[in-house]
Antibody, heavy 120, light 108 residues
Framework: EVKLVESGGGLVQPGRSLKLSCAASGFSFNDYWMGWVRQAPGKGLEWIGEINQDSSTINYTPSLKDKFTISRDNAQNTLYLQMSKLGSEDTAIYYC?????????????WGQGASVTVSS | DIRMTQSPASLSASLGETVNIECLAS??????LAWYQQKPGKSPQLLIYNANSLQNGVPSRFSGSGSGTQYSLKINSLQSEDVATYFC??????????FGAGTKLELK
């Protein structure tokens, strides 16, 4: 069974940093592109970025490129999202997602999400 | 960025009814479109990709169609478990991939 489990969310003060992790299991992690998507309360989905199998290609949504960093550790089957200079607009559920095996632009497995609240 | 406009924003339908949800792209996306279902309190699930390819395990009552800038998701014989919010996503021109604002489907 494919499982993606996010961790590291919580309450953080404005201007601070936070790092999310996503533990993957049930599939060959190093064969897949992986990505992050977020959803502000009561809002739609916003794509954050993606990383390829060997971390040689990382794409971001332009507005978040200077704040967020995606990385992965294939030995640990873990995906990461480092977030810096957080503001209230970054309050959201953050989803880790696996890209489709044969169409890496769509996401065919999602974690349950990590809640991040930015507030003083 | 390509803008994706979904309609309607919400709809109410009866069990067994056929439902159509539309997605309009701000430019031609050459069928590079996916549909996701998000049930209340859950994470999104992939339904359709490449505009009309059904993801493994998704019931055949779901289907996708369209081309150019206009796409649709059709649900035949609506079931209670289909109550959810549906999102379209384009992946023709990225980054970023962009999503529609969602269509909330409720039972009448």
């Amino acid at each position: 069974e494919v499982k993606l489990v996010e961790s590291g969310g919580g309450l953080v003060q404005p201007g601070r940093s936070l790092k999310l992790s996503c533990a993957a299991s049930g599939f060959s992690f190093n064969d897949y592109w992986m990505g992050w998507v977020r959803q502000a309360p009561g809002k739609g989905l916003e794509w954050i970025g993606e990383i390829n199998q060997d971390s040689s290609t990382i794409n971001y949504t332009p507005s978040l490129k200077d704040k967020f960093t995606i990385s992965r550790d294939n030995a640990q089957n873990t995906l990461y999202l480092q977030m810096s200079k957080l503001g209230s607009e970054d309050t959201a559920i953050y989803y880790c997602a696996r890209a489709h095996r044969y169409n890496s632009y769509v996401m065919d497995a999602w974690g349950q999400g990590a809640s991040v609240t930015v507030s003083s | 960025d390509i803008r994706m406009t979904q309609s309607p924003a919400s709809l109410s339908a009866s069990l067994g009814e056929t439902v159509n949800i539309e997605c309009l792209a701000s430019e031609d996306i050459y069928s590079d479109l996916a549909w996701y279902q998000q049930k209340p309190g859950k994470s999104p699930q992939l339904l359709i990709y490449n505009a009309n390819s059904l993801q493994n395990g998704v019931p055949s009552r779901f289907s996708g169609s369209g081309s150019g800038t206009q796409y649709s998701l059709k649900i035949n014989s609506l079931q209670s478990e289909d109550v959810a919010t549906y999102f379209c996503q384009q992946y023709n021109n990225y980054p970023p991939y962009t999503f529609g604002a969602g269509t909330k489907l409720e039972l009448k």
